[in-house]
């Protein structure tokens, strides 16, 4: 039995204005009249024979039919969308674009890339250092390594390390001026990241909250704020990935056995119709095993306190 299906036109209308429930935004995005959009959507409820939307005190919404169909409709073209990425980019090869928030991409990613390199030398990367949430939903990038909550709608999104937070210093910091104990942090800068609530996080599990109120500098990102450290001009937060290798070869040292946990995590975020493409997949895969091998290393980070978890942003 032959299976009659609707024109893909008027699907593809229908998805994008029950995605943004508007049909100015969904003309925008299909690079079409208002006019057409509402064309198409009235020749779907026509072939259908049942109404898709409705408007609710002025504003657009899916009826009932539309809401059942609306799901199904957004599997079939996503898949669509996989099926021609994997027929467009089949090997591993062509160039990979790659987001990752500035301190990650410079101190944990850059040192390990000549094994990914070296692995797959027809892989042209393009790296992007940035925090911005936007690049995530960027059509320029393949991959994203970025910190947050975990929750960016219409996004494949993979876990990929949970971080604790503790102080980091030069050891020329520590030889010149004593840091024995938390109190001896009043005698030293504190290098913040973000806005400051990292570092009240740390000291109110350290039980010196009154530390926060000293001499201080503010950097507009956590990679300024650990090269200022490195540089030893005073005492920075790290996280158990960012600072891994810095401790390991002696630029940065570990003056307190106390570490936080994060609020959010590091996550793997792409576009549902790449992530089964051989290159992203290899580069994905990559990133995995690059952070098993850090964890089967010995620890390296502070004993972890647990504090009430408060609402913090980590601006990597």
Same mark, same amino acid.
């Given at each position: 039995?032959s299976?009659?299906?609707?024109?893909?036109?008027?699907?593809r209308?229908?998805?994008?204005?029950?995605?943004h429930?508007?049909?100015s935004?969904?003309?925008?995005?299909?690079?079409?009249t208002h006019?057409?959009v509402?064309?198409?959507?009235?020749?779907?409820?026509?072939t259908l024979?049942?109404? !898709?939307?409705?408007r +609710?005190?002025? =504003?657009?919404?899916?009826?009932?039919? $539309?809401?059942? @169909? /609306?799901?199904?409709?957004? *599997?079939?073209?996503?898949?669509?969308?996989?099926?021609v990425?994997?027929?467009?980019?089949?090997?591993t090869?062509?160039?990979?674009?790659v987001s990752?928030?500035q301190?990650?991409?410079s101190?944990w990613l850059?040192p390990r890339?000549?094994?990914?390199a070296e692995?797959?030398?027809?892989?042209?990367?393009?790296l992007?250092?940035?925090?911005d949430p936007?690049?995530?939903?960027?059509?320029?990038?393949?991959?994203?390594?970025?910190?947050?909550?975990?929750h960016?709608?219409?996004r494949?999104?993979?876990p990929?390390?949970?971080?604790a937070?503790?102080?980091v210093?030069?050891?020329? !910091?520590v030889?010149s +001026?004593?840091l =024995?104990?938390?109190?001896d942090?009043? $005698?030293?800068? @504190? /290098?913040h990241?973000?806005? *400051?609530r990292?570092?009240?996080?740390?000291?109110?599990a350290a039980?010196?909250?009154?530390?926060?109120?000293?001499?201080?500098?503010f950097?507009?990102?956590?990679?300024?704020?650990?090269e200022?450290?490195?540089n030893g001009?005073?005492?920075?937060?790290g996280?158990?990935?960012t600072?891994?290798r810095?401790?390991a070869?002696?630029?940065?040292?570990?003056?307190?056995?106390?570490?936080?946990?994060?609020p959010?995590?590091?996550f793997?975020?792409?576009?549902?119709e790449?992530?089964?493409t051989p290159?992203?997949?290899?580069?994905?895969?990559?990133l995995f095993?690059?952070?098993?091998r850090?964890?089967?290393?010995?620890?390296?980070?502070?004993?972890?306190?647990r504090?009430?978890?408060?609402? /913090?942003?980590?601006?990597?």
């Amino acid at each position: 039995m032959s299976k009659r299906l609707p024109p893909l036109n008027p699907l593809r209308a229908f998805e994008v204005t029950a995605r943004h429930l508007s049909v100015s935004r969904a003309a925008a995005e299909l690079h079409v009249t208002h006019g057409a959009v509402s064309h198409q959507i009235r020749a779907l409820e026509a072939t259908l024979k049942v109404p !898709l939307f409705e408007r +609710r005190g002025g =504003r657009l919404a899916l009826t009932p039919h $539309g809401a059942a @169909l /609306l799901p199904v409709v957004t *599997g079939a073209f996503d898949s669509i969308a996989e099926a021609v990425a994997l027929l467009t980019r089949p090997t591993t090869e062509g160039e990979l674009v790659v987001s990752c928030v500035q301190a990650v991409a410079s101190f944990w990613l850059v040192p390990r890339l000549t094994t990914f390199a070296e692995r797959y030398p027809a892989v042209r990367l393009k790296l992007i250092a940035s925090g911005d949430p936007r690049e995530i939903y960027s059509d320029r990038v393949d991959v994203s390594l970025v910190y947050g909550d975990g929750h960016w709608p219409d996004r494949v999104v993979e876990p990929w390390a949970d971080i604790a937070l503790f102080p980091v210093c030069s050891p020329t !910091l520590v030889n010149s +001026r004593p840091l =024995r104990e938390v109190a001896d942090l009043a $005698g030293h800068v @504190l /290098l913040h990241g973000d806005d *400051g609530r990292e570092w009240n996080r740390w000291l109110a599990a350290a039980k010196a909250p009154t530390l926060a109120y000293g001499r201080r500098h503010f950097m507009s990102n956590a990679h300024l704020a650990l090269e200022a450290a490195v540089n030893g001009l005073g005492v920075a937060l790290g996280d158990t990935v960012t600072v891994s290798r810095l401790l390991a070869d002696g630029r940065l040292i570990v003056p307190f056995d106390l570490a936080v946990p994060a609020p959010d995590a590091f996550f793997i975020v792409t576009r549902s119709e790449l992530r089964n493409t051989p290159m992203v997949r290899a580069f994905i895969d990559w990133l995995f095993a690059e952070r098993a091998r850090d964890e089967a290393r010995p620890e390296r980070a502070p004993r972890r306190a647990r504090p009430r978890r408060g609402q /913090l942003q980590r601006a990597s």
